[in-house]
């Protein structure tokens, strides 16, 4: 299998504008968006969204439909409920990821982009992945990116990022708050390059050649 580049970062830093670019840069790259499959997985996995619903209590599908915003209110706030849904979730994904790895569509391909806002901060995939890009930004950047994209106002956006503890260190720069081999050191300690994506499109093109150039040896 080709080596798998994670791409992660915090709400607004420009994942998916890297992710683009990269393909753009490397045609026979292959790209895996986590956080959009898994949206699918609840539809399209055999047994999980009824295992979801008997680990929540809870009717995901009052009307025969599958809910989001149902699951969301339920975990809002409870860590628990978060937990079991993902020990449910995440097996799913890494299973579907590897499909996707061994299908024809990673055929050949110089490296396999995996894309997760999470994946640094879930011990489910600890040790996942051959090489971490992060992608960061000025917290006011991703701040403003995210209210523009999303229609959010700028406490909903702050409300989200505060569960992203270890992506607010490295664009504030308070990484070393954490104590040594504490789970969210042990996580910064993966990341292989950071990139900054706060300039254009061009610059950021550059920064991910050299990144690709130094970690990828492509």
């Not at 490296?111 to 000025?138: M, N, Q, R, W």
């Not at 989200?160 to 708050?177: I, V």
């Amino acid at each position: 299998m080709a080596p798998v580049l994670i791409i992660t970062g915090g709400i607004g830093s420009g994942k998916s504008t890297v992710v683009r670019l990269l393909l753009e840069m490397y045609p026979r790259a292959a790209a895996y968006c986590a956080d959009q499959r898994a949206k699918e997985l609840y539809l399209s996995r055999e047994g999980l969204l009824e295992a979801i619903e008997e680990a929540l209590g809870t009717c995901l599908r009052p009307e025969g439909h599958f809910v989001p915003a149902l699951m969301a209110s339920r975990i809002f706030g409870d860590e628990k409920a978060v937990e079991a849904v993902e020990k449910l979730l995440f097996p799913a994904i890494k299973e579907d990821f590897a499909a996707f790895a061994g299908s024809g569509t990673a055929c050949g391909a110089p490296f396999i982009i995996f894309e997760s806002a999470t994946v640094l901060e879930k011990e489910a995939f600890e040790g996942f992945g051959d090489k971490v890009f992060l992608v960061d930004a000025p917290l006011e950047t991703r701040l403003a990116r995210a209210c523009m994209r999303d229609g959010a106002s700028r406490e909903e956006v702050l409300a989200r990022m505060e569960k992203q503890r270890l992506m607010n260190a490295f664009s504030q720069g308070t990484l070393t708050k954490f104590a040594d081999g504490s789970a969210l050191q042990r996580a910064a300690s993966r990341v292989d390059e950071v990139i900054h994506n706060d300039s254009t499109e061009d610059v950021l093109r550059e920064r991910l050649a050299a990144a690709v150039s130094r970690s990828m040896n492509l």
